[in-house]
């Protein structure tokens, strides 16, 4: 379900011609890591604030050691980014964009429970640490619509000093 929910996504995407239309705002959605809402400001020539609300560890990290426990299931993540972005191949309805911002997350963190197997005692745990990000964008002709693929990094500075956990999403915007 999810691989066809993907591919129709960007087959849509690629079956118009091409010209950008990206205009002061964006609103979308994404999915894989994080998966959710995804809200995108440009401004200036070649700048943005690019804002993520969603899931976090949905669909890779589940299963993860942390810390002196584990996790074992998806939390919530607010990502924020600043953006620097320029047309690909002097084409502006295909774009590459990087950069830099802020995570937090929250996930239940479970111990480790040697003392007592079959135990699964957890907390709520709260993270921040920081974010790195980039991809491509192609804008559709005379639509409105714009479709992303992006990867990148989140490293974690808070309990967890230094954990990486890797990012990558692909996803549809409404640019207005």
Known sequence: M??????????????????????????????????????????????????SFGTYGLFYGRDRKYRKGFYQNAGFSLRVNHLWHTALFKKEQLRAYYGFGGQINSRRYYFDSRNSPGTKEFTNSISLGGSGLAGAEYFVSNSP????????????????????????????????
Do not use: M
Request: hydrophobic share 50%; aromatic share 16%; proline share 4%.
């Open 2 to 51: 999810k691989k066809a929910i993907i591919t129709l996504i960007f087959v849509q995407c690629i079956a118009f011609a091409s010209q950008a239309q990206y205009n002061n705002w964006a609103i979308g959605f994404q999915l894989v890591e994080p998966s959710g809402l995804n809200v995108r400001k440009y401004y200036g020539d070649n700048k943005a604030l690019d804002v």
């Open 145 to 176: 619509l714009s479709c992303f693929l992006e990867t990148g990094l989140y490293v974690e500075l808070v309990p967890g000093i230094f954990f990486v956990h890797p990012q990558a999403s692909l996803g549809v915007r409404f640019n207005f």
